[in-house]
């Protein structure tokens, strides 16, 4: 037998082999082809399931889960309205690792108000978080956690409200500016666990208290820095206290994206920026299972009125967008995710 013949002969049983291989390969594409058609079917078909399992998942996994209480401000009672306005993920308390700010943010933050004197942001948050707590603050949400908050605002409705024992049960007691309770205790309790303030509205707060400062401009941070070391500032657009007693461990620093973030998100730029109480009921809901909100509501000639004093801020003529604040906060109560304990 010749060579040639030799060689075709050990080639022929091979042969058919050959062929099956194109034809394996292209019904492995079909297959693929099919799949991914599949695929993109389903997606298209249940694309909302899909967005909504997607959003379920990213609010879990920042918050670590849902709560512990019977309602959570996290519940997926509801979808759109909410989950489009709240976002885990913004940073709501400043520390040196999230300090530095976005140019859109930083040139939004320092538009509030006016500076007159020149000086490097990144320089004061340095000095701030060598003289406060360099922190990562309630990041603990989870299914075992169920913590309930009151934010107290100051409004003259909690007068004869006897809501004080109410809301001293509450784990986290938020209060605002200079609102005491000193006095008041029947009507607006005794405990404050937290204490929002900026350099103008400061007020002493217990060794047990945090202050948390909501800075409006820079000089806010280098006034907060003052008060508890050199005490030399005692001016920003007013004269402020150049001090506060309070306990130098337990101050907290609103993030300044926090407070774009309400404004944008939540107040979908209505008004100049947010009033001092609404930020806090932002804040509440990014740091509590469940929020219980008194002291909130003007007088019917669209007064903000104290409980305390005798001074009155026209709420729609102010730099904040009242009507629209009261709007938000009734979406979040028929929403279930707060309630309104509206007093007298
Ligand atoms: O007046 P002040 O800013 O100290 O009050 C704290 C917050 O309480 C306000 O920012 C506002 O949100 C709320 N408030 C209210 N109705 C009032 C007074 C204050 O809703 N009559």
Not at 46 to 74: E, M, P, W
Not at 111 to 116: A, I, R, S, Y
Not at 214 to 240: C, E, G, N, Q
Not at 313 to 335: I, P, V, Y
Request: glycine content about 6%.
């Amino acid at each position: 037998m010749s060579a040639a013949k030799q060689q075709m002969r050990i080639l022929t049983p091979r042969q058919p082999v050959e062929i099956m291989v194109p034809f394996t390969k292209q019904r492995s594409s079909y297959i693929t082809a099919l799949f991914t058609f599949g695929i993109i079917f389903l997606f298209m078909l249940f694309q909302n399931a899909v967005i909504y399992t997607f959003l379920k998942t990213s609010v879990d996994s920042t918050r670590g889960g849902l709560c512990a209480c019977d309602k959570c401000v996290t519940d997926l009672n509801d979808t759109d309205w909410f989950f489009m306005r709240f976002n885990p993920t913004v940073p709501f308390l400043l520390n040196r690792r999230n300090g530095v700010l976005r140019s859109d943010v930083y040139r939004w933050w320092t538009g509030l108000q006016t500076e007159t004197n020149k000086v490097t942001y990144t320089d004061v948050v340095d000095t701030l978080f060598s003289v406060f707590p360099d922190e990562e603050h309630y990041s603990d949400a989870g299914p075992d956690r169920c913590r309930t908050c009151a934010v107290v605002g100051n409004s003259g409705n909690l007068l004869r409200s006897h809501y004080g024992p109410i809301i001293d049960l509450h784990d986290f007691v938020i209060r605002i500016n200079k609102g005491p309770t000193e006095g008041y205790e029947k009507d607006v309790g005794s405990k404050t666990t937290h204490r929002i303030l900026y350099p103008e509205s400061a007020v002493d707060v217990d060794n047990s208290t945090h202050l948390v400062l909501l800075p409006f401009k820079i000089k806010d941070m280098r006034w907060l820095i003052s008060a508890f070391t050199t005490k030399h500032i005692t001016r920003t657009y007013i004269r402020v206290r150049p001090t506060v007693n309070a306990n130098r461990d337990k101050v907290m620093i609103i993030h300044p994206e926090f407070i774009k973030y309400v404004y944008e998100s939540w107040l979908q730029k209505h008004g100049r920026y947010p009033s001092t109480g609404f930020i806090t009921l932002i804040f509440a809901l990014h740091i509590c299972d469940q929020v219980d909100v008194f002291g909130f509501g003007a007088k019917s000639d669209g007064n903000w009125h104290h409980y305390f004093d005798t001074s009155l801020t026209h709420f729609s003529r102010s730099s904040h967008g009242g009507d629209f604040e009261n709007k938000t906060m009734n979406e979040l109560l028929l929403l279930n995710k707060i309630s309104i304990h509206k007093g007298w």
